[in-house]
């Protein structure tokens, strides 16, 4: 059974480092073919793809937010993680990890930035 | 970026009635192992993402038949044959052909 659940600070200030982890099972990153994600979600809005990262460490960043984003991976704990530096007020939104492929998602983190 | 263009915004149809989303890319989503990674998704209010069909038209486990997927390249279809009313929420296409992935903007399914 797959699972993946994802975790953060809750609140941050603007200009902070977000830190978001996302602790699966089920399935290992350290296994051919396989890959997770970061997506996010402002309240009420759309979805946006942040940054992917592969069994072989290969890493995909949304250009958008290219400079921002650093996604790794923690192989014998089952994790995996997304920073985004310097937080302003449009960073605040729901974010989700998913197993690539996007079959398997988590119930989302929500992360509000404000002064 | 790849440019999903998603309509309706939203949909009202009764129970029993069939339903119809289009989803057109701003290019090609053949990759080059010759797959589509044309994925649609459902948002129920309060929940994550679900993917209902993965690869066009291939349905995910559990997810019954009443919904199908057709299309190719640029030119993407989700049909309901008959709606329900747990089938109520945010559709959504998603393209995992190219980087970055890119979403549709989203389909609101509501009762008549």
């Known amino acids: 059974q797959v699972t993946l659940k994802e975790s953060g600070p809750g609140i941050l200030q603007p200009s902070q480092t977000l830190s978001l982890t996302c602790t699966f099972s089920?399935?290992?990153?350290?296994?051919?073919?396989?890959?997770v994600g970061w997506i996010r979600q402002p309240s009420g809005k759309g979805l946006e793809w942040l940054a992917n990262?592969?069994?072989?460490?290969?890493?995909y960043y949304n250009p958008s937010l290219k400079n921002r984003l650093t996604i790794s991976k923690d192989t014998s704990n089952n994790q995996a993680f997304l920073k985004i530096t310097n937080v302003d007020t449009a960073d605040t939104a729901t974010y989700y990890c998913?197993?690539?492929?996007?079959?398997?998602w988590g119930q989302g983190t929500l992360v509000t930035v404000s002064s | 970026d790849v440019v999903m263009t998603q309509t309706p915004v939203s949909l009202s149809v009764a129970i029993g009635q069939p339903a119809s989303i289009s989803c057109k890319s701003s290019q090609s989503l053949v990759h080059s192992d010759g797959k589509t990674y044309l994925n649609w998704l459902l948002q129920r209010p309060g929940q994550s993402p679900k993917r209902l069909i993965y690869l066009v038209s291939k349905l995910d486990s559990g997810i019954p038949d009443r919904f199908s997927g057709s299309g190719s390249e640029t030119d993407f279809t989700l049909k309901i044959s008959r709606v329900e009313a747990d089938d109520l929420g945010v559709y959504y296409c998603l393209q995992g052909t190219h980087f970055p992935n890119t979403f549709g903007a989203g389909t609101k399914l509501e009762l008549k």
């Open positions: 990262i592969w069994w072989d460490d290969d890493k």
């Open positions: 089920g399935f290992s990153l350290s296994t051919y073919g396989m890959g």
């Open positions: 998913a197993r690539m492929g996007f079959a398997y």
